[in-house]
Every structure is written in C-alpha cells, then in structure tokens.
C-alpha cells in the first residue's frame, strides 16, 4: 500500500521549523518516533480527523485524552457559542465557575473544594507545593514511568539504585530540586518500604498516576495502591493522585473512585476542559484552607476559570453524568480489545493489548507489564512499522509507541469495525 499525501503537511512543517523549536509546540507532535512529517491537522468531527492534505481518520489519539465525546461535540460547542458573545476574559469571578465546580463537587465525593488552574502541569505543580506546605516537609516521591506534567520537581527520573535521589531528565532543572525528588520504581513495596525508613519525616507524598497512562498502560493491582494509601498515612505524608488523564475517564470519580481509595489531593487535567485549557486540584476542606487568600500556600492565574474554558467544561462533564455512559464506552472498549486480542492469538503474533476503562496499549512483547523498565525499546520498532500501516488504512494513534490510544462515546460499533479491520491488515504486515 503506497503511504498517503502529505505533501500539504510537509509544507505547513517546513514553514513551522522557521518558527518553532522542532517546528512544534509540544515536542510528541514533532513525529519523532515514527515516520514521515507531522500530520497537521484541519479539523475534526466526531471521531474523525481531517488533516491539510484531505486525509481522513478515525482519531484514537482524541488530543491526548481530553476529548472523551469526540470532536466538535454539539453540547460542548453550544455552551462555549453561548458564552463567547460576552467577552473571553475578565479576571473576576463569574458564575460559570460556580457551576463546573458544583457539577463537579456534587457527583465526585472524593474532594471537597477545588480550584482551576490551566494545565495539568499547573495542577501538579500547585498540588506538590499544597503538599509541601500543609506537611511542612520537603521530599516528594514519584514513579518511574509515570508523567506529571513538565514543572521542575516532575522532571526527573531514576538514579541507579533501588531508593535513590532522582537526576534532572531535563536540562534547566537544579540538581538541588532532583535532590528533593525520590524516584522508584512502580508496583514495588520493597522500594517504597525502603523510601520511608531512609526519609521518615521527609516526605510530604507520593504522587503516582490514577493509572500510569503515559508510558505504557502500566496498570497496578488494587493491593498496590491500597498500600500506597496505607503506608503515607502511617508516615503522616499526604498521597497525591495525578488524575489529569484518569479523572472523568474511568468514571466521574477517575481511579479514585475506580479503586475505592481516597487520597489526599487529587489533579485534573485533560476531560475537564472539554478541550479547552483546564486543570484542576482538589482535597478535603482542611487541606485547600491552605490554599491562598485563605492559607499561606501561593497560588494564581490571570486565566485561571476562563469563562469559555469553564462553559465547554460544564457541556462536556454534564454529557459524562447522563446514566450508562461509562458503562458503554468500557464496554465498547472492551470489545473493541477482545476483538483484537483473539486476532493476535489465533495468529501466535507477540503483542499484549492492555486495556483499563476506554484506554488501551499496544505493547509489541508476550509479557505482562507493570514496571517502566520493562517496556524493551527495541520493541518500538514494530510500533513504528504499525504506525505507518494504521496511517495508510486511516487510523491515527499518537505517535508513539509509549502514548496510550483513547476511546471516545463518538467511536460507534461500526467505526470501530472498520478499524478492526485495519488493524488486522496491519499487524499482519507487521508480523511482530
Ligand atoms: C497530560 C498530563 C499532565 C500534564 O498536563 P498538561 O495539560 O499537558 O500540562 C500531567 N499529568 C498527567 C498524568 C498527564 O497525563
């Protein structure tokens, strides 16, 4: 199969290197890790995707997460139409506000009070600062593997060893700040154990994905997380959940609700937004007392609860509580799943689907993995060949092969036949 136009998108590219570092606003777009330019892209309805040289595609990328109703969604558009005519910014409190957040407070009993920030990253970050400030201790522990957003505690991965003090994974970030940042490896009690006798009244908390969704699918077992709630609350330190890809996506409560846990503070990010640019975190009452002008933990945001990013959250939340919709978005996914795993088994092909909710992973290996160092690199070669073929057949995944595929009420039964299909074709050429 010859590979599809993207003389258009070439061009847009080429123009966009003069401008942007890597020609690119978030370094994953650059298409980096598979072949070809970047596809840019000019519109999208439902589950579909049209890019600059008319291709079309059945979209599992869905912006990174946040568009869990698909493209264009009617309710979500007509709640930002009606609230575009009245100004985009102003700095002040409006009622928009209150209504996301009571939408949001009344159906998650997992937090208290809330506040909006921009980004998930600006979620984070202001949710490791709360932690700091309400314990009164400084060390943060994060997992390898997991992603929290690009603030300078976040970026920094494991040192050799089994507990050791993170090294800076970006350029730009203090060793002084990497040193304050315990890094372990996932779906380990020994580490974590180790951790909290090195660092006994050190440690404000440990921060772990819902679900660590952004290298791999690594899915933990319950027992695991319920030990993470055990042992921060015997060590007095706060247990953080980065729900900014599983908050509104396992269901209205995320992982928290998934699991049956409560942590401490909780981050959202991604659906709550509806597509526009929204974070949030949130706790008991107690804890965001803490939170400025009640408390002495800083925190603030010209844009924060930006009156047209709050109207597209509230159309997009309000579709996620009518009865039955999670349950038949996980259950068209699971489908979706089954369908392909008993491909790849009646095949003998080695790749494992891993699936929680309506996110899934291709993982090109016949084991089960939970740890960040389990995923071979050397199988991301058969993720670029596969993203190839899936582009040919019209099916977008984000490009690459750590980054989870996302399933959207707009994928109906007969869209994801079709790209069944494809996926067949392709893993068939891919021959893992
Ligand atoms: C995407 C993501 C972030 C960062 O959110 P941005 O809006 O990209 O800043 C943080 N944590 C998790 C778990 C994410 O998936």
């Not at 999208?44 to 946040?66: E, Q, R, T, V, Y």
């Amino acid at each position: 199969m010859n590979d599809i136009s993207r003389k258009q998108s070439a061009r847009l590219f080429e123009k966009a290197q003069k401008y942007f570092p890597g020609g690119v606003n978030s370094p994953v777009r650059a298409f980096k890790s598979v072949y070809g330019t970047p596809l840019f892209i000019e519109r999208g309805d439902g589950c579909f995707l049209w890019d600059a040289d008319g291709n079309k595609f059945i979209d599992f990328c869905c912006s990174w997460g946040p568009l869990i109703l698909g493209h264009n969604h009617p309710t979500v558009r007509g709640q930002v139409e009606d609230v575009l005519g009245k100004g985009m910014s102003f700095g002040a409190p409006t009622a928009l506000e209150n209504e996301l957040a009571e939408l949001i407070l009344k159906n998650n009993k997992k937090i208290e009070k809330l506040r909006f920030v921009s980004s998930g990253t600006e979620a984070v970050m202001s949710a490791i600062r709360l932690a700091r400030g309400y314990t009164g201790r400084d060390k943060i522990v994060k997992f390898d593997g997991c992603y929290h957003g690009h603030s300078d505690s976040m970026l920094v991965k494991a040192g050799s060893g089994l507990v050791t003090f993170g090294e800076t994974s970006s350029a730009g970030v203090p060793k002084s700040f990497a040193d304050e940042t315990i890094v372990i490896p996932l779906h380990d009690k020994v580490a974590l154990e180790e951790a909290f006798k090195q660092f006994p009244d050190e440690i404000a908390a440990v921060i772990i994905e819902g679900v660590p969704a952004n290298n791999g699918l690594l899915i933990q077992d319950k027992e695991y997380i319920q030990y993470l709630r055990e042992i921060t609350q015997s060590y007095g330190s706060l247990l953080i959940f980065d729900e900014v890809i599983t908050g509104f996506r396992l269901g209205f409560e995320g992982a928290a609700g998934y699991y049956g846990v409560s942590p401490d503070i909780i981050t959202y990010g991604k659906i709550i937004g509806g597509g526009m640019p929204v974070g949030a975190y949130g706790a008991s009452a107690a804890i965001m007392k803490n939170i400025s002008p009640d408390g002495a933990v800083y925190q603030a945001g010209t844009l924060s609860g930006n009156p047209v990013a709050m109207a597209a959250g509230i159309g997009q939340l309000s579709e996620l509580l009518r009865p039955g919709f999670y349950d038949e978005l996980n259950a068209k996914t699971q489908a979706f799943v089954s369908a392909i795993e008993q491909y790849i088994q009646d095949k003998g092909y080695r790749v494992k689907v891993s699936f929680i909710g309506s996110l899934f992973w291709f993982a090109f290996t016949d084991k089960d993995i939970k740890k960040a160092e389990e995923i071979d690199p050397a199988s991301m070669d058969f993720f670029k060949e596969f993203h190839r073929e899936l582009l040919n057949r019209g099916i977008y995944l984000g490009p690459s092969g750590y980054e989870v595929g996302f399933i959207s009420a707009a994928h109906t039964p007969e869209v994801l036949e079709n790209a069944k299909r494809a996926i067949f074709e392709s893993l068939d050429i891919v021959k893992p």
